[in-house]
């Protein structure tokens, strides 16, 4: 991202410039332009967002009168799903790729919307655009040479999902990520004021969405948006003294209020009275209520942000893989910090004891897993506190993957090995926590089976995860920086990075898990020449004599093989 610093001019500049990317469609020479236009568009959207969320959330109840239904639909969508993104604590790329999607959804009908929002009527031609505007957009972004992904995905489920978000039947939604932009289009249609249409308010619009959806993961995104707005509760209208006034900023018990007069700021004043909120749509064309005022130095406030400490989880990874062997007081040193984990070690320690005794003490929990495992395992516990706390549309089905990976492995080695767990789990956790950190706008709930015989890679992570491979020099970077001296690691690089025929042993034996998690997550049995050759290799060195039993001793067994 580029320095950004946020001021009236940049806020009035990214408003004027989303009205005339939305009249690009009209002008095809303008076509390759579209999607530089619409990313720096988005980029700015979300930086806007992070610096000022006080201003966005006014904007939610203004219509700026010289801009048409259109541009202010598609501007509230964009604030919505930047709000929706950060309650939900989802990184900047994520959102931008979202309002992305939003800005798209009406960038080949501007005309044909303002038309029908303005109660005129429509030719037959106008409306079978605005049917078909989504699969016009699609085309258009494949002309003008748009990297296909998430952004043609959510356009192309955005119409089914806005119509089934809510209503008597509960229609299963399994796209989290098309669902936050569902929710976005729900909510700015209905704030959005129209002729001849009821305007809702925020609180309304979402609270009869949450009440009318059946999908968890929409109300739970819903309230995370009220809260968002409790604690940005700019744009909601006061009466203070016998005037309008709105809201302008909030700090602890007191509040900045702008007086308003014929939808003009006449004043602003600081109070701390009690006062009873109410939003009113606003029509306006007044700079001063639309973008200067909410940068004046008794209003503008940074967002709250919290402490993460990531950084110093992932450098005690780091200095775990350090030694093969390290004595135990070095690891409790390098976890010494981390007191939160101490509960999570004793748990996991408990299935490398077979009376199941509880450790006592963190030494205690150490000394039961052995030295040669109990870096392993402490990498392991504090990558997966990484990945539970990394916030993804799709973290429970990422965690269940996860958790699908661990109980292969546990049954894989119950024959032989099992002392390789940790150093067989380790490189996934750490490889997954990857994915998620970037290639969160990648994830999808689907599995990509690999079927090509002519590929010269073996199956990549990414499949399971919905997408065809991995960033393989930011993916080597990663394991470099935080396990350059782990064996496993490195070999777990080589299934991502090398030709088939190059693979180390170990390498082979990450890849045999690739494929059974593959085959338990799709039921594809059909593998290729080679995929089988190794498999059956794998089976073969840990006492499995076929995959069938293999498959079955999972279903027997694995009721009993959470990892805790």
């Given amino acids: 991202m580029y320095e950004f610093e946020a001021s009236p001019k940049q806020l009035k500049r990214l408003f004027d410039h989303t009205h005339q990317a939305l009249r690009l469609y009209y002008n095809k020479e303008k076509w390759p332009a579209i999607y530089p236009t619409l990313t720096q568009l988005a980029e700015r959207f979300v930086l806007m967002y992070n610096h000022t969320p006080n201003a966005l959330h006014a904007h939610l109840q203004f219509y700026v009168a010289d801009h ?10 964009c604030i919505v799903i930047c709000a929706l993104c950060h309650a939900n604590g989802y990184s900047s790329q994520f959102t931008e790729e979202l309002v992305l999607a939003c800005l798209s959804d009406h960038i080949c009908s501007t005309n044909e919307t303002n038309r029908l929002a303005s109660a005129k009527p429509l030719t037959a031609q106008e409306q079978k655009l605005l049917k078909l505007r989504h699969q016009i957009a699609i085309k258009m972004l494949k002309s003008a040479k748009v990297p296909s992904g998430q952004l043609q995905r959510v356009l192309a489920r955005l119409d089914k999902y806005t119509a089934a978000i809510t209503g ?9 990520t098309t669902v936050l932009v569902c929710l976005a289009k729900r909510i700015s249609k209905a704030i959005t004021p129209r002729p001849k249409v009821r305007t809702f ?3 309304q619009t979402i609270k009869s969405l949450y009440v009318n959806t059946h999908n968890q993961f929409a109300q739970s995104s819903l309230i995370a948006l009220a809260q968002q707005f409790a604690h940005y509760p700019t744009g909601v209208m006061v009466n203070y003294k016998s005037n309008h006034a709105m809201v302008l900023a909030k700090a602890d018990k007191s509040i900045t209020l702008g007086i308003l007069k014929d939808n003009k700021v006449a004043g602003m004043v600081k109070t701390s009275k009690q006062l009873t909120p109410f939003y009113k749509p606003i029509i306006t064309t007044d700079k001063t ?22 950084d110093m989880i992932l450098e005690a990874v780091g200095k775990l893989g350090q030694e093969q062997y390290i004595e135990f007081k070095a690891i409790e040193k390098t976890i010494a910090p981390f007191t939160q984990l101490e509960q999570a070690l004793r748990h996991a320690a408990r299935q490398y004891n077979r009376q199941g005794q509880k450790a006592t003490t963190l030494r205690h929990c150490l000394t039961m897993v052995g030295l040669d495992t109990a870096g392993f395992l402490c990498q392991r516990v504090l990558l997966e506190t990484l990945l539970a706390e990394q916030p993804h549309p799709f973290s429970a089905d990422i965690w269940c993957k996860y958790t699908l990976i661990s109980k292969i492995i546990f049954v894989l080695l119950s024959k032989s090995k099992p002392e390789s767990f940790e150093a067989l789990l380790g490189p996934f956790t750490a490889v997954i926590y990857f994915i998620v950190l970037n290639h969160d706008s990648q994830i999808m709930r689907l599995v990509t089976p690999p079927s090509d015989d002519f590929s010269q890679t073996p199956v990549s992570l990414a499949c399971i995860f919905g997408f065809e491979q991995l960033d393989g020099p930011l993916l080597n970077e990663f394991v470099q920086d935080n396990f350059r001296f782990s064996k496993m690691h490195n070999a777990f690089t080589e299934t991502e990075l090398t030709e088939k025929q190059s693979l180390s042993v170990d390498a082979k034996l990450f890849s045999a ?3 059974i998690t593959v085959i338990i997550l799709t039921g594809e049995s059909q593998l290729t020449a080679w995929q089988s050759q190794v498999l059956d290799s794998i089976l073969d060195e840990f006492n499995w004599q076929s995959r069938t039993q293999l498959l079955t001793a999972m279903l027997e067994q694995s009721p009993l093989c959470t990892i805790e």
Avoid: A
């Avoid at 048409?68 to 969508?77: A, P, R, S």
């Avoid at 008597?168 to 989290?176: A, G, M, R, S």
């Fill in 289 to 310: 209520l639309l973008y200067s005022i909410w940068f004046n130095d008794q209003v503008i406030e940074l967002p709250q942000r919290e402490h993460n400490n990531k």
């Fill in 201 to 203: 308010n925020i609180t």
């Fill in 168 to 176: 008597v039947k509960h229609i299963p939604l399994y796209d989290n």
């Fill in 68 to 77: 048409g239904y259109t541009t202010n639909l598609v501007v509230n969508q």
């Fill in 513 to 515: 898990i690739k494929l």
